[in-house]
């Protein structure tokens, strides 16, 4: 499974965001895909993680009521919509799969990984 992850870019606290992560080489199926971010100088965290076949979502508590996970089947693509964003939101975003059991919110449990998308939040 090949993931392409894009949308990062500079934006200012309070604006929003919408990331993509796009499979090729297999479909998501009933694989959980998970978002996890890593700051400058800091730990790999988790964000959110949906089930691609039920759409079942679950959130990291610091971005819960802000970002919004989200699949298209068709395009096989997972989306998180970031709104209200903080300066502490700045990152390298990263998407991951596996057919892990649902949350998945570790890191360690991924197989595949995609390339980071940088998101800078200004204040």
């Known amino acids: 499974v090949q993931l392409q992850a894009s949308g990062g870019g500079l934006v200012q606290a309070g604006g929003s965001l919408r990331l993509s992560c796009a499979a090729s080489?297999?479909?998501?199926?009933?694989?959980?895909v998970g978002w996890f971010r890593q700051a400058p100088g800091k730990e790999r965290e988790f964000v959110a993680s949906?089930?691609?076949?039920?759409?079942?979502?679950y959130y990291a508590d610091s971005v819960k009521g802000r970002f919004t996970i989200s699949r298209d089947n068709a395009k096989n693509t997972v989306y998180v919509q970031m709104n209200s964003l903080k300066p502490e939101d700045t990152a390298y975003y990263y998407c991951?799969?596996?057919?892990?059991?649902?949350?998945?919110?570790?890191?360690?449990?991924?197989?595949?990984w995609g390339q980071g998308t940088l998101v800078t939040v200004s204040s």
């Open positions: 080489g297999r479909t998501f199926s009933s694989y959980t």
């Open positions: 991951a799969t596996a057919g892990i059991r649902f949350p998945g919110g570790t890191a360690s449990a991924y197989e595949y």
């Open positions: 949906i089930r691609f076949s039920t759409g079942l979502t």
